[in-house]
């Protein structure tokens, strides 16, 4: 399964919103040493039900705008 993600790193609020086919994720964590990375996974494995090592960022590890793959 693949998922279209907008993330807003820095956020004073943690929120997952559906918009469309593309989810929009604030996380509180700051974009630097990759942990605002981490979290986006961690709330999508949450949100589906998966371990967290099913979820990977396909596309735009540097990038707001991300590919997600959640394998089964």
């Known amino acids: 399964m693949y998922l279209k993600v907008f993330v807003t790193p820095d956020a004073k609020k943690e929120k997952v919103e559906e918009k469309g086919e593309t989810l929009l994720i604030s996380v509180r964590e700051p974009a630097t040493?990759?942990?605002?990375?981490?979290r986006v996974r961690e709330l999508i494995a949450l949100r589906v039900g998966k371990p967290l090592g099913k979820v990977r960022i396909l596309t735009g590890h540097r990038s707001r705008a991300k590919m997600i793959s959640i394998s089964s």
């Open 33 to 38: 040493g990759n942990r605002a990375n981490n």
